[in-house]
């Protein structure tokens, strides 16, 4: 039932995000930092920008996940820019070093259809680190996950969770405005 409802929330905003941006102009978030009703964050690098630009309603929706308040910081393309198997999308609420908030959803785009994944945040911290995980056979995404203090992402997708090879396995962090 949980993935039916994640299928019918993700479908339903995808559409209504690409009506949206329709009706708004191409360039609107050079200028404007945005893109239909998508904050895309000034710390955002060129690389996560043209992300969104590729696939401005999978932005969209993801942020959706988020809740409000959150503007895109991060949209990579995984495990590499031309072999797609997932887009990790990180957003955040503005604050400044540990007081920044970061969300974070990790979208299945692998063509085989459901895999293992793990998404998690972990703050910034040696010494037993706060997390927040979301894992399991899924189909959609990962995530919401949420984490304060510059966390530090994890996003690994398996064929099963008894595989031992990784399709993908990326750990960035920390993520600080």
Request: with cysteine; hydrophobic share 40%.
């Amino acid at each position: 039932m949980h993935l039916i409802a994640k299928s019918v929330t993700r479908t339903t905003v995808a559409v209504l995000s690409f009506a949206a941006l329709s009706l708004t102009a191409p360039s609107a978030y050079a200028d404007n930092d945005t893109i239909g009703s998508l904050s895309i964050s000034a710390h955002a690098d060129q690389k996560s920008r043209a992300v969104v630009a590729a696939d401005p309603a999978a932005a969209q929706a993801a942020s959706v996940e988020c809740g409000s308040g959150y503007s895109l910081l991060v949209a990579e393309r995984l495990p590499t820019a031309t072999e797609r198997r997932g887009t990790l999308f990180m957003y955040t609420d503005g604050g400044t070093g540990p007081d920044n908030f970061v969300c974070a959803v990790f979208d299945n785009n692998d063509p085989a259809g459901t895999r293992w994944m793990k998404l998690q945040l972990c703050e910034n911290k040696v010494s037993s680190p706060r997390c927040d995980v979301d894992q399991g056979n899924l189909s959609q995404y990962a995530g919401p996950v949420y984490m304060d203090n510059c966390p530090k992402v994890t996003a690994l997708m398996k064929v099963s969770s008894s595989s031992t090879t990784y399709l993908i396995n990326r750990v960035e962090g920390s993520f600080c405005n």
